[in-house]
């Protein structure tokens, strides 16, 4: 069997879990949902404690106790079931054939390499290659099921498979196409902003969340996203851009400048939305993070970033709001969802191992939430350990599915 994925209709990960896993996945009731949730308990000296029970854990949603149905520790990547979720209580008149038992272990863990090529220049091509090498040399174990996806031009999809090699391979087709400073000023500007940057930043959020939306069936594993991009801004360089007086840059400084229709109230809309749609979407992608209980760990490839050359045209307070701005979302996307941003760094390589420990000793909390209210759609999550000078890390909300899908973004041919 051939299993690809692609950027709008992804194969879901259970299925191929059981394909390649070889287990039998679970039937899920109708209507009842056992909500599960990783936890890290660490004590003061940052190490994993491993010798937890079911009784020493407290989950709070939305400040209210619930009742653990699943415990299971997770040590060195394998997987010990203590506990199986109990069956919930099903629906008058519907006769349910019993649950089929699960293995005790389960080694591995779940992968997906997010190749965001829309988001990093052409020179930072040989920088995300490495960038690949190492992570396959430093995270990546026997066992661990791994995916690689691009959102652009560089057309990778590889797996899920447990082929290290195939995936070491993927990063040969890795190929930036994100735009330079002085290409910016050079766009033409529309009620969306200048050029296609905002229906890039749509391509590579909708990859994500249908790729994210294909994980949520997958359970008892842990599951990590590694994303790697160098953020987002739909408006950068807006000062820049609208400078009369500089010399090769800027958009309203050129010429052809008449035709923009400044009086025109609703072509400056753009600008003003801007920042509220770029957190809606960001928003939306934490929430289907947390929905498929999946870590978000993003990457900056640009590493310890520096002054702008002078050849782009960029005043250097300018650059430097752009790098705050578009690090700050990276770095929302990690901590919302549990993970952690691996940006202002160039020692890739020391910031991968803690990922290997945060996806190789955890918890998995599960139950069936006590809230009837399907309008209530985003929950807070807490958990805490009764025991003094541990400290818990864990998802801080989830959501539940709505009806329908996100509408697709605008077609973007791929040069």
């Not at 259970?14 to 936890?39: E, I, M």
């Not at 801004?233 to 050129?254: H, L």
Request: charged share 20%; aromatic share 10%.
């Amino acid at each position: 069997m051939n299993l690809r994925f692609s950027a709008f209709c992804l194969l879901p990960f259970a299925l191929a879990v059981a394909v390649l896993g070889g287990q039998a996945q679970p039937t899920f009731r109708a209507g009842v949902t056992l909500v599960t949730t990783d936890v890290i308990p660490r004590n003061a000296q940052g190490s994993f404690v491993a010798d937890l029970t079911k009784e020493n854990f407290t989950v709070l949603e939305d400040g209210q106790p619930q009742t653990i149905g699943s415990f299971s520790l997770v040590q060195g990547g394998r997987t010990f079931n203590q506990l199986t979720p109990a069956a919930a209580a099903a629906p008058e008149g519907i006769v349910l054939p019993p649950s089929k038992p699960r293995a005790g272990d389960t080694a591995g863990r779940v992968f997906v390499m997010l190749v965001d090529d829309f988001h990093f220049e052409p020179e930072l091509t040989p920088h995300v290659r490495r960038l690949v090498q190492t992570i396959v040399d430093t995270l990546l174990h026997d066992g661990d099921l791994v995916a690689v996806v691009s959102t652009g031009p560089s057309f990778i999809e590889i797996g899920p498979t447990y082929d290290r090699k195939a995936v070491a391979e993927a990063a040969n087709k890795i190929r930036g196409s994100g735009y330079l400073p002085s290409e910016i000023f050079k766009m033409m500007e529309n009620s969306q902003g200048p050029g296609d940057i905002r229906q890039r930043a749509q391509m590579a959020f909708y990859t994500a969340y249908n790729m994210l939306s294909s994980l949520e069936s997958v359970t008892n594993k842990r599951k990590a996203v590694l994303y790697i991009s160098t953020g987002y801004d739909f408006d950068p360089f807006a000062e820049g851009r609208n400078s009369s007086d500089r010399i090769m840059g800027g958009r309203y400084s050129d010429p052809m400048r008449f035709l923009i229709d400044k009086e025109n109230p609703y072509f400056e809309m753009g600008r003003v939305t801007a920042d509220i749609d770029l957190f809606r979407l960001t928003r939306e992608l934490t929430l289907s993070a947390n929905r498929a209980n999946a870590a978000i760990y993003t990457i900056d490839p640009r590493g310890l970033t520096g002054v702008m050359d002078a050849g782009q045209y960029v005043d250097q307070s300018e650059w430097r709001t752009y790098i705050q701005k578009t690090t700050s979302t990276l770095r929302y996307l990690a901590e919302e969802t549990g993970g952690f941003p691996i940006v202002n760094t160039n020692d890739f390589a020391a910031e991968l191992k803690r990922v290997d420990a945060e996806t190789s000793d955890y918890y998995v909390l599960g139950f069936y939430s006590t809230n009837p209210d399907p309008s209530k759609r985003t929950r807070t999550l807490e958990v805490k350990v009764d025991r003094p000078n541990i400290s818990v890390a864990s998802r801080r909300a989830y959501s539940l599915k709505t009806e329908g899908t996100p509408p697709a973004p605008p077609p973007i041919k791929k040069k």
